[in-house]
């Protein structure tokens, strides 16, 4: 399994910016998806958004959709997730997923591998 570390989270305010950052140690050529979801109190896994690791295809939820952009550092095994135009229901623990699924899958229970989570709360 990949092991993945997400950082960056914190508390803002409505219509603020914030990145988090999510490093994965052991990925291999066989992970194709990296993604986000993100868990609220009461609230099932929701996805967020994902990134095809061989060519930077991305996908997102309509939620969030024009306000938020992932992107990957090949280099350092890294994936980013800007967040814009934040509002107070983004409020949520972030976490970072890998898959070995060939195509883009949204379902979590088809991610292989998680992180702990981020906690990332927006004040209106």
């Known amino acids: 399994q990949v092991h993945l570390v997400e950082s960056g989270g914190g508390s803002v305010q409505a219509g603020d910016s914030r990145s988090v950052s999510c490093v994965a140690s052991?990925?291999?050529?066989?992970?194709?998806?990296m993604g986000w979801f993100r868990e609220a109190p009461g609230k099932t896994r929701e996805f967020v958004s994902a990134?095809?690791?061989?060519?930077?295809?991305?996908h997102y939820a309509d939620s969030v959709k024009g306000r938020f952009t992932m992107s990957r550092d090949s280099a350092t095994d890294t994936i980013y997730l800007q967040m814009s135009s934040l509002k107070p229901e983004d409020t949520a623990v972030y976490r970072c997923?890998?898959?070995?699924?060939?195509?883009?899958?949204?379902?979590?229970?088809?991610?292989?591998?998680w992180g702990q989570g981020t906690q990332v709360t927006v004040s209106s």
């Open positions: 990134i095809n690791w061989d060519d930077g295809t991305t």
């Open positions: 997923a890998a898959t070995k699924a060939q195509t883009f899958v949204r379902t979590p229970y088809l991610w292989d591998s």
């Open positions: 052991g990925r291999t050529s066989r992970d194709r998806y």
